[in-house]
């Protein structure tokens, strides 16, 4: 609060009712000037943020990202599900890059990495 008062910042009454700036008119629900800027804005804020990350990462990536996650090691790798991880390989996402014999030995894999690693 001193800073802002250092600086000539006016501080909002968070407790007030929220008046539109625009429309010079009070909202006819009652809503705080807390509510506004911790719902209100934050949620726009989210929803953008959102927008951008779709826009991004066409749906591909976003699916490996969250076939990925079961190699997650937080909680003693509490999200490790063998078949997440075999269908990163079983799927379009590298279909050149290994053999059926690959794919098989590859799906003997993920329960060697649980024995050694996970437990």
Do not use: W
């Not at 927008?51 to 090691?73: G, I």
């Amino acid at each position: 609060m001193m800073l802002c008062e250092k600086n000539g910042i006016i501080v909002p009454d968070m407790s007030a009712l929220y008046m539109d700036e625009f429309l010079y008119v009070r909202q006819s629900d009652d809503i705080s000037v807390k509510h506004h800027y911790h719902y209100d804005v934050f949620n726009y804020a989210i929803d953008f943020q959102l927008e951008e990350l779709q826009y991004r990462f066409n749906d591909h990536a976003v699916e490996l990202l969250r076939l990925s996650s079961s190699l997650e090691p937080k909680n003693n790798f509490g999200l490790f599900d063998k078949e997440q991880i075999c269908t990163i390989f079983n799927s379009n996402f590298y279909p050149a890059d290994f053999s059926q014999q690959d794919m098989y030995h590859l799906q003997l894999q993920p329960d060697h990495y649980k024995i050694d690693v996970v437990i």
